[in-house]
């Protein structure tokens, strides 16, 4: 019997294997990114390294490394070696060595860089004062931008006092030495000593007041609400929270009945509230962005009065709207039992849990300026183990806030005001199986594809996936056909002894496009930039609405498509294949005003193919359905378990074919109401009709 040889020849320039055997070497399908310790935010000055695995099996593993910038800056070596150099967010890319249309996408953020503090002096505007007489304190830091949270205290509290704001008032004559102590490192100190002078006594009240405040009664609490913004008033209340005291000064809560005042950055030297006592402030009314306050207050006192106040349980209100609740605004509210539609992704920024109650929505606001930042970072950890449609309670303060129209919202200061009801196994198997995605589209260079095995959000829990077509394996093989294929993948979640289904239709291409011809490409290309236009917008349409009929005349040939809460930009966070992309919004229950490209001409076509990506470094989920039209555009039909999931910050292309088209058919490419609060990109629309 004859051995069969197999003869290899190795070019070691080009790195070129030929087979006697008549094999070939394989070609890369994807790539995953791994950073070291999982992490992805890192501060500025900081490495961080990062490797690439890419797949299959046995193919060349080198990547060439980039940094695709968004806000901020970094470099990275040739061995994936991360620098950061400027605060925001960048996009890690690694790209196949053998193949420049595989690569991966690893999001970063980049804080700012802590400065180490060495040093510490007091600035104080005198040293002599008189007796009654209040003085502001403040340090100055070695180097500068180094923390400034520092402790006070004086060594003799009968010739002098200093509050926790750096307010230091003189009692009686003599001499007296104040500390600041660092609250980072309580080793480094700075101490400055100040003379009381002997005498007649200075006056105890704000000089030279914009109004005489003894004229000004105080407003009841629902003449404070209807008041304009701009009016002086005088209102009182019993202290229920302390927000901030810090430089811009201290921001409080003053509760009176149902509804309540914010007090926004009063100066220190002016007094500050302690809590459960009354209080009485004379100050300017202002409206910022819906929310109620007094600002610039000019008067403040305690009183030897009650005030009463009242916690409302909201659960039961329409507490989503406007009018219901304008009556509250500022005051103490509590709600039970809600379900939590919505979490954000950062949870190291201010940010807004969502909740419904039946058909009432609204959010929990936590505002990091509003707390100590590791109450700010309880809450964090608190909503990092949460997931949408757990139930929970709480309690914070009624407040409307929003650019343009304002939304309500409730403030919450503290994690012991919020209860989160524990699940049992079999609620996480069917909440966190919702948390399952995949690619939906698989076009022809894809041969692999990285099923989950297992969620990270839920520890111990596995994955396993069945097919309804070989054309997708259980194990994430594709086998590309002749035609284009829907497969049917089911995925099953088990926790412990509780288990969870999700299905997935997803499309496979074929192994060409031979049987295919191009009816009509809207590319964005044609487009030209408009002077002066902010964010590199298009002159042909710079924003999301029109004032005309909110169409454009675009594409090869020209045809006019329909757009609405859509935009055609090419700024650095759009991910475009030209030099434009359309750039959509999605409205959260409205599907009418959700964005909207929509084919305004018949056309004899089988499918439509576009492009689908996350804007910028938004979160992902966002979906787009197909909906069509047989008969120019009398009646419409959505195209149903067909909707294209935005996945990724590269464009991913989907094909969607439109049942039976006809000389008269007409397609829209829809952003799916309520599905994100993301911005997405579409580019690259073809239609495309089967040859006879």
Known sequence: MKRKSCLTIVLALGSIALSACGQTAPKPTSITI??????????????????????????????NWTIAPLTGEATISESGLFTATKEGNVNVVATSWSDEAVKATYPVTITKAEIVLTKLDIVASKTELDINETVQLA??????????????????????????????KALKAGTVKVTATSKKDSLIKATKEFTVKAGQAGPDTPENPDVDW????VSTVDEYLAAKKDVKLKVKGTCTAICANGEKGVTYYLSNGKAG??????????????????????????????THEISNAEVFKAIDEKVDYVTTDISSLKFGDLNT?????????????????????NLKKDFSVGFAIGKNESTIRIDNDFMSADEFTAFGKMFESAVVGQKFSAK??????GYGKPKNQITVLNTKDIAITELSDQEKADLYVKEISIKSSYTKDITKVDLPTTLASLEGSTISWESDNAAVSADGTITHGDTMLTVKLTATLTYKEAKATKSFVVTVFPKNDDNLSEVHTLDFEDCTLKEGGQGNVSAERPGYTDKGDNTVNLGTPKTKWFMTNCLIAGDTGDHKEGKFAARLKCDKADQTKSGIIRLEKDYDFSMIEFKLATFNAHAHGAEVYVSYSNDSGATWKNIEDRDAIATSYELETFRVEIPNANATTRVALNYRAGSSTSTINIDSIRLLKVKA
């Open 325 to 345: 609740m304008a009556s509250y605004q500022g005051g103490i509210v509590n709600f039970k039992d809600a379900v939590i539609t919505s979490i954000p992704t």
């Open 139 to 168: 340090v100055r830091t070695t180097p500068e931008g180094a923390s400034n949270d520092v402790l006070w205290e004086v060594n003799n509290t009968e010739i002098a006092t200093i509050n926790v704001a750096g307010q230091l």
């Open 34 to 63: 791994k950073a070291e310790g999982d992490k992805n935010s890192v501060k500025v000055g900081e490495t961080l390294k990062f490797s690439a695995v890419v797949a299959p099996e046995g193919v060349e593993q080198k990547v």
């Open 396 to 401: 914070g303060y009624m407040n409307a806030f």
């Open 214 to 217: 003894n004229t000004v009664k």
């Open 261 to 290: 005042i914010l007090v926004n950055q009063q100066k220190a030297a002016l007094g500050v509230p302690e809590i459960g006592k009354v209080y009485e402030v004379g100050g300017t009314k202002k409206v910022a962005n819906g």
